[in-house]
């Protein structure tokens, strides 16, 4: 969804929501049974290059709110 918004092309960029499965009430709150990370047809590290790659693509102004998303692109390298 990040990059159909990137290509959408906004003057800014809003992202939430994005807690790359690091929540501490789990993947599904509620649901205790459900494991907290990705499924096995997804890996972080490629999720990020993804989002990444589109972040970079962006001319506008982004405001990245969820904070596991902010320091995992500040700090990961892909």
Known sequence: MIAAAVR???SRLIIAGV????HPD???PGLSDEPNDYDAMHHRDVD??????ALNRYEGRIEILSDQLRL???????
């Open 19 to 22: 807690d790359l499965y690091l």
């Open 26 to 28: 789990g993947k599904y």
């Open 72 to 78: 995992a692109l500040e700090s990961h390298s892909c």
């Open 8 to 10: 959408l092309r906004p």
């Open 48 to 53: 990020l290059a993804f989002i990444r790659d």
